[in-house]
């Protein structure tokens, strides 16, 4: 009888950790994800920033002066 509680308490202490560690690494692939985006968005907005930056410097898309 012993062995069986000794047994349910290490089993439920073993359901409880892998618990935590599935937690921690759905969180983890979070913040990962999270960065990835972060960073594809950056690029992008560098990238449109950078066209229009040129573009507006000339005061249009030809390049033509309009005063």
Do not use: P
Request: aromatic content about 8%; proline content about 0%.
């Amino acid at each position: 009888i012993i062995a069986l509680i000794l047994l349910m308490v290490l089993t439920m202490i073993a359901v409880i950790a892998m618990r935590t560690t599935t937690l921690d690494l759905k969180m983890a692939t979070n913040q990962v994800l999270l960065k990835r985006t972060f960073q594809v968005s950056e690029a992008a907005r560098a990238r449109i920033h950078d066209v229009l930056d040129s573009h507006s410097f000339y005061r249009g898309w030809l390049g033509r002066r309009c005063w």
